[in-house]
């Protein structure tokens, strides 16, 4: 051994055993020289130092379970392919790109079956195996908000289109608020008509034709605002026709759009 | 402390046009406006349309471009109002209190 370099030496071409040993230098045991001392290792010791072993300590916060093919993190003993155990929040996705699409999940064809994600205002969303948005949280409470917008002043809004949509516009005031039903219809990317609930008179609406109707939050000195839902582009507008608290607009669908 | 403006794009949706693919119609812009360690952002989605003269491949689009695009959609007096929307919320509570759900303490 002594007389051969390690490439002449047979090499090991399976996996090494436990006890399997390498040659280090401890430089911090200066008992044979300055230098350091040259020792023997095993294999999972030397991975200890990437902190790959007990699973369940700080120092060693991975677990490699080979016996049955498990990855811990934050345990002993993983009970799945993959298995995070932490305090508070132990599992966290961060892309550094924009995108709103975080993880994807596939099965056994190549092509992912769906995704889910967040992006910089909607904490959640969801999308089919092509990236298309299915559903979406937020930005505030509140499923598939087309718009979510404040405003503190008497102008006329124009808050987003409603095309072929269904679902509920909340106004909301510090004294309280008022959700408005509506269901649209119309052609491709065309709005028509629609129905919205006057909900402070519990009135069923036409609209659709440029007309108008009012509604007054019923908290103590509450807003007014005109409420307009054209055809053709679809415009939903929200003015504040009387009172002074400042409001916000969330438009939510059943559906995403 | 002055009160920073920031804005973004979130999403946009596309539909092939003719020769065109990918057409931006819509884009889902953000308005956030940040003071110390608060901050309130209002989120509009904006109909851009039918394609124009100028238009750039999907890929060739950046935040600022489609940004752009939105406000001149929207007009400078409605970005103006959002501002003056958020800039109300540092010092008036918007909408009625009620309890939040959080994570448990223990």
Redesign the interface.
């Known amino acids: 051994m002594s007389t051969k370099k390690i490439t002449g030496l047979t090499e090991l071409s399976t996996a090494p055993a436990v006890g399997d040993l390498l040659p280090i230098v401890d430089i911090s045991d200066t008992t044979d020289a300055a230098s350091g001392t040259t020792k023997g290792i095993t294999v999972p010791t030397i991975h200890k130092a990437a902190g790959i072993g007990a699973g369940n300590t700080t120092a060693e916060p991975v677990k490699v379970d080979i016996s049955n093919g498990r990855l811990g993190v934050g345990t002993n003993a993983p009970t799945s392919v993959c298995e995070i155990v932490g305090a508070g929040v132990p599992f966290e996705v961060t892309s550094s790109d924009s995108n709103g699409l975080k993880v994807a999940f596939t099965d056994g064809t190549a092509s992912a079956r769906g995704f889910i994600g967040a992006d910089g205002t909607r904490p959640f969303l969801v999308a089919n195996n092509s990236g298309s948005y299915l559903f979406s949280i937020g930005p505030q409470k509140g499923i598939n908000q087309k718009a979510y917008a404040a405003y503190d002043d008497d102008d006329a809004h124009f808050i987003c289109a409603i095309i072929n949509l269904s679902g509920v516009i909340r106004i909301a005031e510090s004294v309280g608020s008022i959700n408005i039903p509506y269901w649209s219809c119309g052609g491709t990317g065309v709005g028509y008509k629609s129905a919205m609930l006057e909900t402070d008179s519990v009135t069923l609406r036409s609209m659709g034709d440029g007309t108008t109707f009012s509604v007054t939050n019923p908290g103590t000195s509450g807003n007014t605002y005109q409420i307009l839902h054209n055809q053709g582009n679809g415009q939903f507008s929200v003015e504040r026709t009387s009172g002074a608290l400042a409001y916000t607009v969330t438009v939510m669908s059943d559906w995403y759009a | 402390m002055a009160i920073q403006y920031t804005k ?1 794009i ?2 946009m949706s596309t539909e092939d046009e003719g020769d065109n693919t990918d057409v931006v ?2 884009a ?1 812009y ?1 308005i ?1 406006a940040t003071e110390g360690n608060k901050s ?8 851009l349309g039918d394609v124009s003269d100028d238009y750039a491949s999907y890929d060739a689009l950046t ?1 600022d471009v489609v940004i752009g695009w939105c406000e001149a959609i ?1 007009g400078s ?2 970005v103006v ?2 501002k ?3 800039e ?2 540092f010092t ?5 209190g009620v309890p939040q759900e959080k994570q448990l303490p223990w």
């Open positions: 973004s979130t999403s119609k819509s889902v953000n956030t309130f952002t209002s989120m509009k989605t904006i109909p935040e929207m007096s409605e109002a959002l003056r929307g958020l109300v919320q008036t509570p918007f909408t009625i």
